[in-house]
């Protein structure tokens, strides 16, 4: 890792290549080495906005919370606005609208600037963000909620680290983009190091909303297409874009326009016609007009007028007029600038969500159509038909999300047309694959140049597919950009696939090939190693359904990962591995070449922590393979402490639970993925 400037860190491990380029004006941006998605670092904060996609590390911060671990003192208001200013408090805010009848968040609002990262730290609060972003998304049973059960015993302790784990596990699966010490930095005597993952929710839970599935009058702000079926190839528009789309649909009738979120707002002209243009008449009385609002001379009382309007449409508490004032000032690659940035998009988003101001156009009528002949399919066809991608579209949704794609996938048919989220993906996956100069990243008004692009983007990522082994004959161009689910799902699958085996090689570090262990012999390898752990639980094959009506999974993965010191259950006398040159306890080693003393330092102290959690004191969590599927309690009790166990050891679950309904793709991805661990080469 070759770091040009102690101020700000950048890793560019997805940014699309054509982007990757260093602001050598300013002293605080650099560009970094590129590495592969699972050998990313522990993050402050990432996001994909105004066509950029930055990872951010602020080390300013990290002195400023190793300052505060050395000398601990209480978290304030005070101390939260000389870091922040008025941007936590804006953000906590939008928190406290967003979360208004979640059930888990229930005990805790309104949250401060302040509580806020004491709720973290319980745990609960992540787990409420998650169903935030998506409904449900939690088991709200598998929560510890009452406040009396989360105090600073050693009990209370392990319920808020079981809470936050369950968060973090959520969260990661919905597009908050996490790597496996995560769970390390939250902690209340580095408060700060939270800020990143609020930043990237608050994107999620407002931008990242702004989708067709959730609001289908979005599509109405096209032409070029008389039905909502015949929409599809506007339907995979990025998120902000969408809002900007929105906005200036409603500020154009005043001959103004807007392309990003950047210093062109801050004389509040837009903002003051956005408000005036979506308010009723009846309540436009009561407004002050976008001509008195320019009248002033001052940009501040400028964007306090539009502050004042914005409340008086119920929309308060949102930003302040610094928030205004300052947009496009600071560089996105500048915490502050992003979170500025953030914090306006979540305005506009908020204005949208309460005056969407969209006409619905009436249909075209269409003639009635006649009976349909079937037409005997193709080769290619009965290719696509015959082939099983087994995997739920949910599974395939959460892998490409785990990835922190720039827009959240929600669907398959719509958010994948653009090829936009693939070349990304593809680039995570085999870093460097992705020829980016090629790919069309302009969004396109025109409908017959917006299909051209999209096409010719899909191209590309079937050509890698196909590069890497993925026939074309299982997905066409053009089925991704017609939104064809099933062949869109096979694709991905194969993706899905293609990575675990990647994975599976760099962890093993030697040359064996991706593709030698098949599903009977991951079959054979799981059987001889229960025998070997004094089992006599077996598998007739993965398709076996005592495989995931049991927690064989939980019990079998634990003596893996003990065996392999990664995991610090089971009695001391269990047999463990040699840890050589390990450097960390995370499943997959990070090697950085040009580390300086500091950092090898940080790493020796540790792998001496490694070394103590690990020192084989601890039972057994799960002592025997038992039936799970006739008890709906110990399901949940099993399927949780499982996934926990798993992402612990940084091995990633992608499924909100473990049991007869999970996909058979999510069981053998974890197999696979142990049984590189246990092969693993130090």
């Given amino acids: ?43 402050k904060t990432e996001g994909f906005i105004n066509g950029r996609f930055i990872t951010i590390i602020d080390s300013d911060c990290r002195k400023e919370d190793e300052q505060a671990k050395a000398q601990p003192q209480p978290l304030t208001e005070t101390s939260v606005r000389e870091k922040y200013g008025y941007d936590m ?46 409904p449900n998304f939690v088991d709200e049973k598998s929560v510890v909620v009452k406040e009396e059960l989360l105090d600073n015993s050693a009990d209370g302790e392990l319920r808020k680290m079981e809470n936050r784990n369950i968060g973090i596990t959520a969260l990661r699966t919905l597009g908050v983009y996490m790597d496996s010490e995560t769970a390390e930095w939250i902690k209340m005597d580095t408060p700060f190091e939270m800020t990143g993952l609020l930043v990237q929710v608050l994107r999620l839970a407002t931008v990242g909303r702004m989708h067709f599935q959730n609001f289908e009058i979005l599509v109405h702000l096209f032409d070029g297409w008389s039905e909502p079926e015949e929409a599809i190839s506007i339907l995979a528009t990025e998120r902000e874009q969408m809002l900007i789309i929105w906005l200036n649909a409603q500020i154009s009738a005043a001959g103004m326009k807007v392309t990003a979120f950047d210093d062109s707002l801050a004389d509040s002209k837009a903002y003051s016609t956005l408000l005036w243009t979506v308010a009723p008449e009846a309540q436009r009385a009561s407004l002050t007009s976008t001509e008195d609002v320019m009248k002033e001379t001052d940009l501040t009382k400028k964007a306090e007028l539009v502050i004042a309007n914005a409340e008086k449409l119920g929309i308060s508490g949102v930003l302040r007029p610094e928030h205004i004032t300052e947009i496009g000032k600071k560089a996105i690659s500048d915490p502050k600038g992003l979170h500025n940035i953030i914090i ?41 038909d015959s082939f099983k991608y087994g995997a739920s579209e949910e599974t395939l949704i959460r892998w490409l999300n785990s990835f922190g794609p720039s827009s959240p996938v929600v669907s398959l048919q719509t958010d994948l047309c653009n090829g936009r989220v693939l070349l990304e993906v593809w680039d995570a996956i085999i870093p460097g694959s992705v020829p980016w ?62 990575h675990a085996q990647l994975l599976r090689k760099g ?81 997959i080693d990070i090697s950085l070449a040009d580390a300086d003393e500091e950092t090898a330092a940080q790493d020796e102290a540790q792998q001496q922590q490694s070394d103590a959690n690990n020192s084989g004191e601890g039972a057994w969590l799960f002592n025997n393979v038992e039936q799970v599927s006739s008890d709906p309690a110990l399901l949940t009790k099993f399927s949780v402490t499982a996934i926990l166990m798993f992402n612990k050891a940084g091995v990633i679950v992608y499924a909100s639970k473990l049991g007869p309904e999970t996909d058979l793709s999510v069981y053998r991805s974890v197999l696979m993925e142990l049984n590189a661990l246990s092969l693993k080469t130090n």
């Fill in 1 to 43: 890792l070759r770091v040009l400037s102690p101020q700000l860190w950048i890793s560019s491990s997805r940014l699309p290549r054509a982007s990757r380029v260093a602001d050598h004006s300013s002293s605080k941006l650099f560009i970094v080495q590129s590495r592969p998605h699972h050998q990313t670092m522990s993050v």
């Fill in 507 to 587: 962890i093993i570090g030697g040359p064996k090939k991706v593709a030698e262990l098949d599903d009977n012999g991951l079959t054979k390898w799981f059987n001889e190693s229960m025998e070997k752990y004094g089992s006599t639980f077996r598998l007739k094959s993965l398709e076996d359904p005592s495989l995931k009506s049991t927690n064989a999974v939980g019990y079998f993965g634990e003596r893996v990962l003990v065996e392999n010191n990664l995991c610090s259950s089971g009695p001391a006398d269990f047999p463990r591995k040699p840890k050589a040159t390990a450097k960390s306890a995370n499943a």
């Fill in 89 to 134: 408090y804006c953000m906590v805010e939008h928190f406290n609208s967003l979360l208004k009848g979640n059930s888990l968040a229930a005990g805790f609002l309104p949250l401060t600037e302040v509580s806020v990262f004491s709720r973290i730290y319980e745990g609960v609060l992540l787990c409420a963000l998650a169903n935030l972003i998506k």
């Fill in 344 to 384: 306006n998009m979540a305005f506009v988003y908020r204005i949208f969500v309460a005056y969407p101001n969209i006409n619905a156009p009436k249909m075209k009528d269409k003639p009635a159509a006649g009976p349909k002949t079937a037409a005997a399919p193709t080769p290619e066809q009965r290719i696509q």
């Fill in 437 to 498: 100069k090629q790919v069309k990243l302009q969004q396109f008004v025109n409908t017959a140049r917006r299909k051209f692009s999209m096409m010719s983007n899909c191209d590309i990522a079937v050509k890698i597919g196909d590069k890497n082994g993925i026939s074309k004959n299982v997905c066409s161009s053009g089925n991704i950009t017609a939104g064809e689910t099933k062949c869109i799902a096979s694709f991905v699958f194969l993706m899905m696939r293609l």
